[in-house]
């Protein structure tokens, strides 16, 4: 069975750090497009940031460049996302997703694989 999950989440005060980690399981993830979004209270889900399968290339929402870095570890089949400079306004419950895909993929419709998402909470 196939399975995401986050975890990381928590309340920070506005230009704080938090790094968020999806473990993947059931399957390696090796060769997946991984992607993390995030959804506000009555917000549709927005992209923010995307690793490709191997690493090489990554994108980055115009809102989170320049604050938020994601990486991953495929030995240990799971992503991370280092978020620093936190706003009020990234408040939002944030989820994984993967895509057996070498494209880099920035829509929530083109991701196969979800996880359930960590609420992050920031303060101002």
Same mark, same amino acid.
């Given at each position: 069975q196939v399975q995401l999950v986050e975890s990381g989440g928590g309340l920070v005060q506005a230009g704080g750090s938090l790094r968020l980690?999806?473990?993947?399981?059931?399957?390696?993830?090796?060769?997946?497009?991984?992607?993390?979004?995030? $959804?506000?209270? %009555?917000?549709?889900? +927005?992209?923010? !940031? /995307?690793?490709?399968w191997g690493g090489r290339n990554t994108y980055y929402a115009d809102s989170v460049k320049g604050r938020f870095t994601i990486s991953r570890d495929n030995a240990k089949?799971?992503?991370?996302? $280092?978020?620093? %400079?936190?706003?009020? +306004?990234?408040? !939002? /419950?944030?989820?994984?997703?993967?895509?057996?895909?070498?494209r880099v993929l920035t829509t929530a419709k083109d991701?196969?694989?979800?996880?359930?998402?960590?609420?992050?909470?920031?303060?101002?």
């Open positions: 980690s999806c473990a993947a399981s059931g399957r390696s993830f090796s060769s997946d497009t991984m992607g993390w979004f995030r $959804q506000a209270p %009555g917000k549709e889900r +927005e992209f923010v !940031a /995307v690793i490709s089949n799971t992503i991370y996302l $280092q978020m620093t %400079g936190l706003k009020p +306004e990234d408040t !939002a /419950v944030y989820h994984c997703a993967a895509r057996n895909s070498r991701y196969d694989y979800w996880g359930q998402g960590t609420q992050v909470t920031v303060s101002s």
